[in-house]
Every structure is written in structure tokens, then in C-alpha cells.
């Protein structure tokens, strides 16, 4: 997998600055192209008198997107490519967009309303992380008021099978290309009883997860293997350490459609959890 060419949809707000902020990271750390896309919703075509509202509206139209893009220039500089792109769905003119323009991964920031540095899913997010053909990489919020100057590592969620055993080869270029270690870790969950058929039980799940972390992780250098476990998703993600420079790589749900994204019920919570940007890659199994 490359992470050559990378597109960031921004908007003029905090989370469009997060997730340009992420992407021009990226393209920084692997020498790469960044492609700054802003989605405008299409113009209306009305017949008669209308025809002047409808001028009025494509020239706010065109306004509007001069002055978005300006703005991106101002925080990414002159090295990229800005570019507008009409769609009635950003999420999905993004997906478009990526596929015209040869993407390797799509980057955005988190819809408005969640906590800082936490990733809400939005509309947009939505769109993308369940038809996108190329890899979604979402930032969390208030990630470009002091994003890190490069990235430290790279940690797999990882769960046994023909899904996640790609992406770990996947996670592994990527690692080689930004030169960074790789993680790979495995969440337990427990109800926090203490019977003791349960006890037996989550030993069990404990051994078998090292167990398919170290068959996971052989015979590739720089990589730790880490078993997490706690009542649920989030309460297991704080049980370890996250550097400022992380970035959390999840498998597309085994049940969506091959070579797209398709977040599945543990990914989403691990998003919703997450307090470091997370990359979605599409199913390649």
C-alpha cells in the first residue's frame, strides 16, 4: 500500500484545518503529492426570471470556493494542488474525486460537536468510510492546533483472520515508508465479573490473543505485540500508552463490499474511542 498521492477534503472550519493539518503531515513524512479538495454543492438550472437568482447562486458559488481554497493555501502553502469539485454529497464527491485523481487515501477531520481529540463521525465521514476505494484516514478534533511534527508509530487493531493478517502487511509498508515501529494490539473485553468459569474463560481469550499477536507479528522487524483488555472498547484503548505521533490502522469489515471501506461494529467503536487520527483500510479479502 502507498501513501503517495493524498487528498484532503477541507472546509472552512477547525475540523477542514485538522484534517489538512494530517494530510500535509502525511505528504511531508513520505515525500508525496497533496491534493486539497473542497466539495461545493452543485447549482440549481431554473428556466426564466430565475435565471438571475440562478446567475446570483453560481457566482456565490464560485465565490465561495475561491475564498475556501485561498484559505487552505494560507495554512498548506503553495506546494499542492487545490482543486473544487461539485457534488451533492461531500462525502461521496470526495469518494469521486479520489478515484478520478488516482488518491491513495483520503484524509478529513472530524465532524463538529464531539470532545477534543476525540473523532466524531459526521455525514461526510459517513459516506466515505462505508464506498470509499482508497483508505480513509479521519483526524481527531483540535488535531491542527499542534499536530505533531511527524509521525512515532503505528498500531494495528488486530483480531485473527484473512482481513486484518492484510492489513498488518498493508500497516507494515506504511511503517517501512514513513519509518516508523508498528504495534500490533488485540482488545479483550470483560464484564468485570469475577466468577470463575469467566476468569477461565478470559485467560483463555488472553493466551490466544498473544498467541496470534507473536504468529502475527514473526518474522518482521520493529514490531511489538500488546494484548488490552477492559470493560469495553474505550476503557481497553486507555490501558496503554499513545505518543503524540500515533496513528491507529483498522481492517474494513469482513462483510462490505471487496476493495472498499466498510467500517464493522468493533472498528467504529475503536474511532469513536480513539484519541490519535485512525486509518480505515479497504477489504481486500
Not at 33 to 42: G, I, N, S, W
Not at 264 to 281: E, F, H, N, W, Y
Request: glycine content about 10%.
Amino acid at each position: 500500500m502507498k501513501l503517495e498521492n493524498v487528498l484532503a477534503g477541507f472546509i472552512p472550519e477547525p475540523r477542514g484545518r485538522d484534517g489538512l493539518a494530517l494530510g500535509a503531515l502525511v505528504k511531508e513524512q513520505v515525500r508525496g503529492q497533496l491534493t486539497v479538495a473542497y466539495v461545493q454543492p452543485p447549482a440549481w438550472s431554473a428556466p426564466g426570471p430565475a435565471r438571475a437568482e440562478e446567475s446570483a447562486w453560481r457566482a456565490y458559488l464560485m465565490e465561495q470556493a475561491d475564498a475556501t481554497l485561498w484559505q487552505a493555501r494560507e495554512l498548506a502553502g503553495d506546494d499542492a494542488d487545490y482543486v473544487v469539485h461539485t457534488h451533492k454529497g461531500s462525502g461521496r464527491g470526495l469518494v469521486e474525486l479520489a478515484r478520478k485523481r488516482g488518491a491513495d487515501v483520503v484524509v478529513i477531520g472530524s465532524a463538529s460537536g464531539g470532545g477534543k481529540g476525540r473523532i466524531t463521525v459526521g455525514s461526510t465521514a459517513d459516506q466515505l468510510l462505508h464506498s470509499s476505494s482508497v483508505p480513509v484516514l479521519l483526524a481527531p478534533r483540535g488535531y491542527g492546533d499542534q499536530p505533531p511534527t511527524a509521525f512515532e508509530r503505528l498500531t494495528v487493531a488486530y483480531r485473527r483472520g484473512p482481513g486484518c493478517d492484510a492489513a498488518v502487511k498493508d500497516a507494515a509498508a506504511v511503517a517501512a515508508s514513513l519509518d516508523v515501529p508498528l504495534r500490533l494490539v488485540t482488545l479483550v473485553i470483560s464484564t468485570g465479573r469475577r466468577a470463575r468459569i469467566e476468569e477461565e474463560m478470559l485467560a483463555r481469550l488472553r493466551d490466544e490473543a498473544a498467541s496470534n499477536l507473536r504468529a502475527a507479528a514473526r518474522g518482521r522487524p520493529r514490531v511489538e505485540v500488546e494484548v488490552l483488555e477492559g470493560r469495553n472498547v474505550a476503557q481497553a484503548l486507555g490501558t496503554t500508552s499513545w505518543l503524540p505521533g500515533e496513528m491507529i490502522i483498522c481492517a474494513s469489515s469482513a462483510t462490505g463490499p471487496l476493495r472498499r471501506v466498510f467500517l464493522g461494529d468493533t472498528s467504529i467503536k475503536i474511532v469513536r474511542a480513539a484519541t490519535c487520527p485512525v486509518m480505515i483500510l479497504t477489504r481486500q479479502t
